[in-house]
């Protein structure tokens, strides 16, 4: 959007989570990025980038084999973002390892939000991560 905008952008055009220097799309950074890819392939979803976003959430959702797909879908979205985020405003480099400490974080603030069987099924997520 700043890009469409014409503001300069040349620092972040790049994708910041990796070494490919591939423009950094939602597609790429959300998506297709090898770090990305590390993330969901930990939390157990399959993301086909080839087809719409919508269509490729809605086709991952039937194929993940645990609960509570919109939640964790988004918890590792954030993350994923919060990564970037931290290093174009803060200068602190991505890592996987931190991605999963605060995704792992968050699930956790997420048992105090659900039922018990649901709780009890994060608790036992978070600790298989
Ligand atoms: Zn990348």
């Given at each position: 959007m700043l890009k469409r905008s014409h503001y300069l952008i040349a620092d972040i055009e790049s994708c910041v989570l990796c070494t490919a220097q591939e423009e950094e799309t939602i597609d790429h950074l959300i998506f297709n990025c090898p770090?990305?890819?590390?993330?969901w392939d930990k939390i157990g979803i399959s993301y086909?980038?080839?087809?719409?976003?919508i269509e490729a959430t809605i086709r991952?959702?039937?194929?993940?084999s645990g609960r509570l797909f919109i939640e964790i879908f988004t918890i590792t979205t954030w993350n994923i973002w919060k990564e970037r985020n931290n290093f174009i405003f803060n200068q602190?480099?991505?890592?996987?390892?931190?991605?999963?400490e605060r995704?792992?974080?968050d699930l956790s603030w997420l048992r105090y939000k659900v039922s018990t069987?649901?709780?009890?099924?994060?608790?036992?997520?978070?600790?298989?991560?």
């Open positions: 770090f990305s890819q590390a993330c086909n980038s080839n087809i719409s976003r991952a959702k039937e194929i993940y602190i480099n991505p890592t996987y390892n931190a991605w999963l995704t792992k974080a069987d649901l709780s009890d099924y994060i608790t036992s997520l978070v600790n298989n991560l």
